[in-house]
């Protein structure tokens, strides 16, 4: 029996891109627990959807696009504004930032910062561009909310929610 092609996502194609940019930098050190596969598809089905049916759809919807490990080189060309780049650079910072999962492990791996910084030259920003969004993420990281919830909240700001 073929595999099926699942049905495209009921988000915009930016909407799924900025997703995956976020996924993709959470997948850097080569793992992704479960509980942060339910956290991302619970605050981001959260995000895009109107009413709470259409939320439970999505996150089903949504989770086979999560798992997909997809490499940022084929991500960043997808992103048409400067606000979608600088996004993804930010949120981006902060998943890096804050992946440590025991006390003894550093907080940004080498994996990690390979990821970064390849994300980095792929957008392409100049210098004091890539030091003024590390510095507003660096703001957000000081505040008490969880990693997921930060991105979410930056993705709502983006998007208008």
Do not use: C
Request: proline share 7%.
């Amino acid at each position: 029996m073929p595999l099926q092609t699942p049905p495209p996502p009921s988000i915009s194609p930016s909407q799924m891109t900025l997703l995956r940019v976020v996924a993709a930098m959470a997948w850097a050190d080569g793992n992704l627990a479960e509980e942060e596969v339910d956290v991302m598809l619970d605050s981001f089905s959260g995000l895009f959807a109107a009413d709470a049916p259409q939320k439970e759809e999505l996150r089903k919807e949504l989770r086979d696009y999560v798992m997909q490990n997809i490499p940022l080189e084929e991500l960043i060309p997808k992103l048409q504004t400067i606000e979608e780049r600088e996004l993804v650079l930010r949120l981006g910072y902060a998943v890096i930032n804050s992946s440590a999962r025991t006390p003894d492990e550093e907080l940004v791996n080498a994996e990690e910062a390979e990821a970064y910084q390849r994300l980095v030259n792929l957008l392409g920003f100049a210098p004091e561009t890539v030091k003024r969004v590390e510095e507003e993420a660096i703001a957000d990281l000081s505040q008490s909310e969880g990693l997921i919830e930060r991105l979410t909240r930056h993705l709502g700001d983006f998007i208008g929610h």
